[in-house]
């Protein structure tokens, strides 16, 4: 379990992103979701959990995740 003082972001760079949908298919935590046309959103940031995931396994590398100190 990620330590609770961690905190994220993930950012989707829509100019590289193509709506293939592995995000949103990998993330365990559903916190990458499907739009219309695929189109991947993060509604609520704090569901993520950091693990990487989703930007390891994106074709595109349209995603970056940055860990927040808070
Ligand atoms: S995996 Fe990458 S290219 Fe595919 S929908 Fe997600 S951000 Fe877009
Ligand atoms: S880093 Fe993990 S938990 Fe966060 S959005 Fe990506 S796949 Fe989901």
Known sequence: M???TKSFKVFINYNYCKNCG???WICPVNAIIEESFGKPVVP???KCTGCLQCERMCPDFA???I???S
């Open 67 to 69: 860990e927040i100190n």
């Open 63 to 65: 995603i970056n995740v």
């Open 2 to 4: 990620p330590s609770s």
């Open 22 to 24: 592995i995000c949103s």
């Open 44 to 46: 609520d940031h704090e």
